[in-house]
Nanobody, 120 residues
Framework: VHLVESGGGLVQPGGSLRLSCAGSGFAFSNYNVNWFRQAPGKERESVAT????????NYADSVRGRFTISRDNAKNTAYLQMDSLKPEDTAVYYCNVVVFDASKGWAPYWGQGTQVTVSS
């Protein structure tokens, strides 16, 4: 299982970014995809989740209405569109899946993370 995030960067308050998460080594379309973030000195927190077919999504209260999670199973890629960004959105953003393996059972997998900095 391999996850690679991209799309982070420096953006001014009120700006937008789109993060991507490319998955490989597993049946991407068979699993929910989650986005988490971790700000300096804080615990990692869930941001958004999308179901296997993309028909169901959930968001943290802090990002609902500003962030949109989506996926393209043909490309084995999930996205996080972030609009109206605030300084408090500054964090490292991680893509996550929980995959079933016959020998390990259910196990979480993480990408390397991508830094998002919102600052003027």
């Amino acid at each position: 299982v391999h996850l690679v995030e991209s799309g982070g960067g420096l953006v001014q308050p009120g700006g937008s970014l789109r993060l991507s998460c490319a998955g490989s080594g597993f049946a991407f379309s068979n699993y929910n995809v989650n986005w988490f973030r971790q700000a300096p000195g804080k615990e990692r927190e869930s941001v958004a989740t999308i179901s296997m077919a993309g028909s169901s999504t959930n968001y943290a209260d802090s990002v609902r209405g500003r962030f949109t999670i989506s996926r393209d199973n043909a490309k084995n890629t999930a996205y996080l569109q972030m609009d109206s960004l605030k300084p408090e959105d500054t964090a490292v953003y991680y893509c996550n899946v929980v995959v079933f393996d016959a020998s390990k059972g259910w196990a979480p997998y993480w990408g390397q993370g991508t830094q998002v900095t919102v600052s003027s």
